[in-house]
Nanobody, 123 residues
């Protein structure tokens, strides 16, 4: 599966952004999807994941209650709605896909990755 992330940009603290990740290739509904992020000088970290049908989601504690992952299988797209953004949310955000769903996944649990999209939150 090929993944293309978009929607990043510059936003003030407290603002919102919605990231999108469009998928092509194998049947999108066969893939569990995830979002990760990597801040400057830091390791890539898990943000959120969603199951094939969208019925199960899991979030990192740092974004729980502020971010929402969703998917539209008819549009082959997964979204990350980010509200109440903080400067510490500044990072390159990556979408990822795998045939298995993992709660609390690690980077190695995802076999396919898109290019990142930069989110910058100013204070």
């Amino acid at each position: 599966v090929q993944l293309q992330a978009s929607g990043g940009g510059l936003v003030q603290a407290g603002g919102s952004l919605r990231l999108s990740c469009a998928a092509s290739g194998r049947t999108f509904s066969s893939w569990a999807m995830g979002w990760f992020r990597q801040a400057p000088g830091k390791e890539r970290e898990f943000v959120a994941t969603i199951s094939w049908s969208g019925g199960v989601t899991y979030y990192a504690d740092s974004v729980k209650g502020r971010f929402t992952i969703s998917r539209d299988n008819a549009k082959n797209t997964v979204y990350l709605q980010m509200n109440s953004l903080k400067p510490e949310d500044t990072a390159v955000y990556y979408c990822a896909a795998d045939s298995k769903y993992y709660s609390d996944p690690q980077i190695d649990d995802f076999g396919s990755w898109g290019q990142g999209t930069l989110v910058t939150v100013s204070s």
